[in-house]
Antibody, heavy 122, light 106 residues
Framework: QVQLVESGGGVVQPGRSLRLSCAAS????????MHWVRQAPGKGLEWVAI????????YYADSVKGRLTISRDNSKNTVYLQMSSLRAEDTALYYC???????????????WGQGTLVTVSS | EIVLTQSPATLSLSPGERATLSCRAS??????LAWYQHKPGQAPRLLIY???NRATGIPARFSGSGSGTDFTLTISSVEPEDFAVYYC????????FGGGTKVEIK
């Protein structure tokens, strides 16, 4: 079955960096765009970034542009989120999600992983 | 940025009742709207995409309607497992979510 497992979260000081990973299985990873979506404590969902199936296109929410970088390694079935210059407002549960359809994509998210928690605090 | 406003914030219902959730966009998103269900401690789940299409495996009691700026998610008869938070999301211009509607047990 399709499975997405995030890792790499933890407690990090403001201004520092962290890299999240999302390992995929159960589908042809190299055919799907992938997303990162986050949820701050007690808040709603916020889309963060998307990377196309082949890695050639990447788009970001304005709130993270220039600080967070999405990438993928199709040989390892893994998508990454490199987070730098972290701020308190980046504290959230970070989910990776697959695009609903292969190749062309839809901008709908399904399925999702269980998330990894990032806490930015001194 | 397109802002999505969901109402009501909380909906209190008994099992078997009909649920009607609203999502209003600050500008037209055509039919590029989806609905998700999110339960505590679980991954969100896609229910409806392109405003009115049920995702794979979603029960027929869930339906979506609307286009442009006004959208509705309807649960025809709420089951105990349907108590959760529901989010709408637009895919027309960048990607944004609404603030959510919590469907709770009355």
């Amino acid at each position: 079955q399709v499975q997405l497992v995030e890792s790499g979260g933890g407690v990090v000081q403001p201004g520092r960096s962290l890299r999240l990973s999302c390992a995929a299985s159960g589908f042809t990873f190299s055919s799907y765009a992938m997303h990162w979506v986050r949820q701050a404590p007690g808040k709603g969902l916020e889309w963060v970034a998307i990377i196309s199936y082949d890695g050639s296109n990447k788009y970001y929410a304005d709130s993270v542009k220039g600080r967070l970088t999405i990438s993928r390694d199709n040989s390892k079935n893994t998508v990454y989120l490199q987070m730098s210059s972290l701020r308190a407002e980046d504290t959230a549960l970070y989910y990776c999600a697959r695009d609903y359809r292969a190749v062309a994509g839809t901008n709908w998210f399904d399925p999702w992983g269980q998330g990894t928690l990032v806490t930015v605090s001194s | 940025e397109i802002v999505l406003t969901q109402s009501p914030a909380t909906l209190s219902l008994s099992p078997g009742e009909r649920a009607t959730l609203s999502c209003r966009a600050s500008q037209s998103v055509r039919s590029y709207l989806a609905w998700y269900q999110h339960k505590p401690g679980q991954a969100p789940r896609l229910l409806i995409y392109d405003a009115s299409n049920r995702a794979t495996g979603i029960p027929a009691r869930f339906s979506g309607s609307g286009s442009g700026t006004d959208f509705t998610l309807t649960i025809s008869s709420v089951e105990p497992e349907d108590f959760a938070v529901y989010y709408c999301q637009q895919g027309s211009n960048s990607l944004t979510f609404g603030g959510g509607t919590k469907v709770e047990i009355k």
